[in-house]
C-alpha cells in the first residue's frame, strides 16, 4: 500500500502539530509549511494526497495559494481551514475549487469525518451554513463543528 502523505499549510505552529497528530492517527505522513510561498514549493515536492490550507498567512494568502494549487493540479484536494469566515470568502474558496471548508477549533472527529469521505472517494453536496449570515463572519467560538463540503 502506497503511502498517504498530508501537506499542512499554517503559520501557526500550535494548530500545525494538531493537525499532524490527528493525520497520523489516520495513517498519514505529514508536511508542514508556514507560509503560502513554501507551502507552494512543498506541495510540488511531495505531491500530498490531502492538503490543509491556512486562509490568513504570511507571503501568500490561503486563496492564493489554492488557485495556483489547482491550476498546477486540478485534482488536488485542498481543505481550507480558517478561524473567520464569511461568505465572500466562502464563495471565493469556491469558486477556485476548494474541496472542503474547516472552522477553527476543528475536532478529531472532524479531521477523521474529512478523511474518510475522501478515502472512500465519496463527495458531499455543495452546502453553505445558515449560520453565516449575510455579509457578517462567523468567529470560531468554543466546539463549533462547522465543516463545509463541496463536489
Given amino acids: 500500500m502506497a503511502e498517504k502523505k498530508a501537506l499542512i499549510i ?28 513554501e507551502g507552494l514549493v512543498k506541495f510540488g515536492e511531495d505531491s500530498p494526497d490531502i492538503t490543509f490550507l491556512d486562509i490568513l498567512m504570511p507571503k501568500r494568502d490561503g486563496i492564493e495559494v489554492l488557485k495556483i494549487i489547482k491550476e498546477l493540479d486540478p485534482a488536488a484536494t485542498i481543505v481550507m481551514i480558517t478561524a473567520s469566515m464569511s461568505k465572500e ?17 476543528f475536532s478529531r472527529q472532524q479531521i477523521h469525518e474529512i478523511i474518510q469521505w ?22 470560531a467560538e468554543g466546539d463549533d463543528d462547522i465543516m463545509i463540503r463541496w463536489k
Fill in 89 to 105: 470568502i466562502v464563495k471565493e474558496a469556491e469558486a477556485a475549487n476548494a474541496d472542503w471548508f474547516v472552522l477553527k477549533p
Fill in 10 to 37: 499554517e503559520d501557526s505552529k500550535v494548530i500545525g502539530q494538531t493537525l499532524t497528530r490527528y493525520l497520523e492517527k489516520e495513517g498519514y505522513t505529514t508536511v508542514q509549511a508556514f507560509d503560502g510561498e
Fill in 118 to 139: 475522501f478515502e472512500g472517494g465519496e463527495k458531499p453536496l455543495p452546502q453553505m451554513p445558515e449560520e453565516i449570515p449575510p455579509d457578517e463572519e462567523q468567529e
